[in-house]
């Protein structure tokens, strides 16, 4: 789920909503065990838990009226929903798993933790209802893969987010550069700035943003880890990702982006560095634009795919977003799925980026806001090229939370240790994960 970090807008405290047709549900942590409900009313409430954006109020809106036309088709239902803080998602996800009774019928959660509330046994399969609903047809390999585990599917995409590279053009125009077709040009660029710009990053980049440094290892053929048999296996520790690895964090130099400065950057950091004017480009999401909008480089920046090793290629971006499934002790599965499919279909999806600015998971959604929208070009161009995910396991949940991907960049771009070194290190931290994981 990585957004603005995945990719994922920074959430408030929890509050719930309390509209026409719509209440506020409460949870209750408790020591019960979560077991699939045999039960499916077609009558009563449906509990519904969301995540609070910064700002909340346009979210609410489209929510409302899905509500609406949700209960206007099933006039004995309700639909209770709260919207609960992100950061604290977590602990709200262990109690609902723990006591189905106090837990939601439906849930938004990132997708970077389908892997782990599945094997929690929180999530509900709905690979059969996803094969007949119509939206599936306009849903890609990849994205898709981001809702599924073991070939199962556990939930329905909502929105996606995806990287590409921010660039002034200002200052391209000044110093007579193009935007970079090949990460070559990209690192070329990035030094004649900083050359000529001292008090500026040539791009803002970071040790610790992992999916802004994924693309390049991607990109060179190499991979986080490869999948053997039911478990993976760590890749990052191959000639191919070291090379695209190498490639990332060499941009991490005193000619572009000084290491003392930009070891301890993340994607949100790089990207307000670059809002900010102090930096000639960046690594940023779609949902990154109001930062710009918002920030000293208004009006005076451009988006473009962030490029390959060879002209014409597109890096592979890491598929953020988020994704709607039902629980799996829900009592009004059928209820759920429904409200899952109309919430999560084309009509909303489009409906949520004209009120948030989410880009759209369904494909031929995202054709007709790159017509409506143009600014999102570079992004559905992205999406169209091909994107990557993370190992769908809960052992990632595990490597991310202990910083293994950053701690290895670091040692890197400090001259701790070398590529090949740091490398071999986080591959063994990460298969003792995956081993730990089963």
Request: proline share 4%.
């Given at each position: 789920m990585k957004r603005s970090s995945l990719s994922l807008r920074l959430a408030a405290p929890a509050a719930a909503l309390v509209l026409a047709g719509l209440t506020a549900t409460a949870c209750a942590p408790s020591t019960s065990s979560n077991t699939e409900s045999t039960k499916d009313s077609k009558s009563g409430t449906i509990r519904?838990?969301?995540?609070?954006?910064?700002?909340?109020?346009?979210?609410?809106?489209?929510?409302?009226?899905?509500?609406?036309?949700?209960?206007?088709?099933?006039?004995?239902?309700?639909?209770?929903?709260?919207?609960?803080?992100?950061?604290?998602?977590?602990?709200?996800?262990?109690?609902?798993?723990?006591?189905?009774?106090?837990?939601?019928?439906?849930?938004?959660?990132?997708?970077?933790?389908?892997?782990?509330?599945?094997?929690?046994?929180?999530?509900?399969?709905?690979?059969?209802?996803?094969?007949?609903?119509?939206?599936?047809?306009?849903?890609?390999?990849?994205?898709?893969?981001?809702?599924?585990?073991?070939?199962?599917?556990?939930?329905?995409?909502?929105?996606?987010?995806?990287?590409?590279?921010?660039?002034?053009?200002?200052?391209?125009?000044?110093?007579?550069?193009?935007?970079?077709?090949?990460?070559?040009?990209?690192?070329?660029?990035?030094?004649?700035?900083?050359?000529?710009?001292?008090?500026?990053?040539?791009?803002?980049?970071?040790?610790?943003?992992?999916?802004?440094?994924?693309?390049?290892?991607?990109?060179?053929?190499?991979?986080?880890?490869?999948?053997?048999?039911?478990?993976?296996?760590?890749?990052?520790?191959?000639?191919?990702?070291?090379?695209?690895?190498?490639?990332?964090?060499?941009?991490?130099?005193?000619?572009?982006c000084p290491p003392e400065q930009c070891a301890e950057l993340g994607g949100d950091a790089g990207v307000q560095t670059f809002a900010g004017g102090k930096a000639g480009m960046a690594i940023g999401g779609d949902f990154s634009r109001q930062a710009m909008e918002d920030g000293a480089v208004k009006g005076k920046y451009a988006v473009v795919p962030l490029p390959g090793p060879q002209k014409g290629v597109i890096s592979p971006a890491f598929a953020g977003g988020n994704n709607l499934g039902v629980m799996r002790g829900t009592t009004h599965r059928t209820l759920a799925v429904d409200f899952v499919e109309l919430l999560g279909g084309g009509a909303y999806q489009s409906k949520m980026f004209d009120a948030m600015g989410n880009m759209p998971a369904l494909t031929d959604v995202q054709e007709k806001v790159a017509d409506k929208a143009p600014f999102t070009k570079p992004f559905v161009e992205t999406l169209k090229s091909g994107t990557k995910f993370v190992p769908v396991t809960s052992a990632w949940s595990k490597i991310d939370s202990e910083a293994v991907i950053p701690t290895m960049m670091q040692e890197i771009v400090s001259g701790r240790k070398s590529v090949d070194a740091a490398t071999a290190d986080a591959a063994k931290k990460m298969d003792a994960a995956f081993s730990s994981a089963g």
């Open positions: 519904v838990w969301l995540f609070r954006e910064v700002n909340n109020a346009p979210k609410e809106k489209v929510v409302k009226e899905a509500v609406a036309e949700f209960t206007k088709k099933h006039s004995d239902t309700r639909v209770d929903v709260t919207y609960i803080p992100i950061e604290t998602r977590a602990e709200k996800m262990k109690a609902a798993f723990n006591d189905p009774k106090s837990a939601p019928d439906v849930v938004e959660f990132g997708n970077t933790d389908t892997a782990g509330y599945v094997n929690d046994g929180g999530l509900a399969d709905i690979t059969a209802e996803f094969g007949k609903w119509e939206d599936a047809k306009s849903v890609t390999a990849s994205v898709k893969e981001s809702v599924s585990v073991a070939g199962k599917v556990y939930g329905v995409p909502w929105y996606v987010g995806v990287r590409a590279l921010y660039y002034r053009t200002d200052i391209f125009k000044e110093l007579g550069l193009k935007p970079p077709a090949t990460q070559g040009e990209l690192a070329t660029a990035a030094h004649r700035i900083r050359a000529e710009h001292p008090d500026m990053f040539g791009i803002s980049v970071g040790a610790k943003n992992v999916y802004g440094m994924l693309p390049f290892v991607w990109s060179a053929g190499g991979d986080l880890a490869e999948k053997r048999g039911d478990t993976y296996t760590a890749a990052i520790d191959s000639a191919a990702s070291r090379k695209g690895l190498k490639t990332y964090t060499d941009l991490i130099a005193k000619d572009s």
